[in-house]
């Protein structure tokens, strides 16, 4: 008997039922690369949901974290400590922003954007007691606590789960029309993702966000841009909203590859405005902001910069679409993305993507479906050409058999 079937039975005799994972259980990373309980190993072309940007266990995170692990962790922000300066500056100044608040997760950095939002809607803007209104495009994910599940657009994700939270309202991706007609004088934001990412690679039409962003500006509502998995470099800029010119969001919501996939980190950068608006006690978070998180960011994100990630990413990206579009295939309905943010859309007759991803796994390729019919591709942005040669060998393999 395989060594992971033990494994597997543990989880589904204890674990809940919320994930439905490949069959596959992973013990071991080092770059783009992860090993099974069995030893067989194989190209991570998800990342952890780009998570991983600098590959698994980056040797510099390893060493800054352990360093950190035997000198303090913890100390919760009843105090100060000396490491979360550095992590401040750092992020303020690599995304240009005034302020930052450190969380932990995606969905609390979120949850952070909305309620600095709220308040400054109240506070500064001056829209009535209870009234404040943010647009949310449809399509969405910006995370699973009770709140960001009500504006999102997925009835799996809301089914059973109210009471929701008010106070949202969804125009489709991208349309700037629909934009102009949802704000009114209780709008406070529009929170979106720069491309959609859980939705499905999904671009808006070029010139939407500048577009969006002046008619926010015009209109005194925040433009606050959700780039958790857009961002630190993953589609071939540090931030996916810098593929637009004149784009400067009044708030950036920020996690995953923060942590070079070690420890939950996350955070909102906004202008100073709307940070402002907190005050002791509004807000906060027993683990945000800690020594060993704030040290773990700044090393993830020396490496983006350092190893210049991002036009990595960018090179690595085009050269991937470029291969993947010339594939000979009939299943294929749209390859698209943007750096190594990649998704290919499979037409209808191709019978689902999750029956490609159990191919590409036996294969030696980790990707996973996302929606019924999309591949996405994301691999750790430290990937070279010759690995995607190497990877582009056994997708066409795959979909030349299937
Ligand atoms: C993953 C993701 C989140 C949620 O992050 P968690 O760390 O899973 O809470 C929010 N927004 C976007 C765009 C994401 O991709």
Redesign the pocket.
């Known amino acids: 008997m395989k060594k992971s079937n033990k494994f597997y039975a543990i989880e589904e005799k204890y674990g809940a039922n919320n994930y439905h994972p490949l069959d596959v259980c992973l013990s071991k990373g080092k770059g783009i690369w992860v090993w099974d309980a069995e030893g067989k190993k194989y190209l991570d072309f998800l990342s952890s ?2 998570a991983v940007n600098q590959g698994h266990c980056h040797p510099k995170i390893a060493m800054a974290a352990a360093k950190q692990m035997k000198n303090l962790t913890l100390t919760s922000r009843a105090f100060h400590n000396d490491k979360l300066p550095l992590f401040y500056e750092k992020l303020c100044k690599l995304s240009k922003m005034e302020k930052i608040l450190p969380m932990n ?4 950095a ?1 949850e952070t954007a909305i309620k600095a939002i709220r308040k400054w809607g109240y506070k500064v803007k001056g829209v009535e007691e209870n009234k404040a209104e943010i647009i949310v495009s449809h399509n969405n ?4 606590t009770t709140t960001i599940i009500s504006f999102s657009s997925d009835e799996q994700y809301k089914d059973g789960f109210g009471p929701l939270t008010l106070g949202f309202k969804e125009i489709p991706f991208g349309d700037f029309d629909a934009l102009k007609k949802a704000i009114n004088k209780n709008t406070v934001a529009f929170l979106t ?1 720069p491309i959609q ?2 939705g499905g690679i999904i671009i808006p039409p070029a010139g939407f966000l500048k577009k969006a962003q002046d008619l926010c500006r015009q209109n005194n509502v925040l433009f606050v841009l ?1 780039e ?3 961002g630190l470099c993953r589609t071939g800029k540090f931030f996916a909203y810098q593929w637009e010119a004149g784009v400067k969001p009044d708030g950036i ?1 920020v ?2 590859a923060l942590s070079g996939g070690f420890y ?1 980190i ?1 955070a909102f950068l906004a202008k100073k405005e709307v940070m402002d608006v907190f005050n002791p006690g509004d807000h906060g978070s027993t683990f945000g902001g800690n020594p060993l998180a704030s040290i773990i960011a700044v090393a993830s994100l020396d490496i983006l910069v350092n190893e210049k990630l991002a036009e990595n990413s960018d090179k690595v990206g085009k050269y991937f679409v470029s291969k993947l579009k010339a594939l000979k295939t009939d299943y294929i309905k749209e390859v698209r993305g943007k750096g190594l943010l990649i998704g290919v859309e499979l037409k209808n007759s191709a019978g689902g993507a999750r029956r490609f991803c159990e191919a590409l796994m036996k294969e030696g390729l980790l990707c996973k479906e996302t929606h019924d019919n999309i591949i996405r591709f994301a691999p750790p942005l430290v990937i070279k050409k010759n690995e995607i040669d190497w990877a582009m060998k056994k997708i066409e393999k795959v979909f030349a058999s299937i």
């Open positions: 949901y780009s997760s995606g969905a609390e979120v994910f910006h995370g699973r993702e990412g859980e959700d958790i998995q857009t919501i996690g995953k939950p996350s």
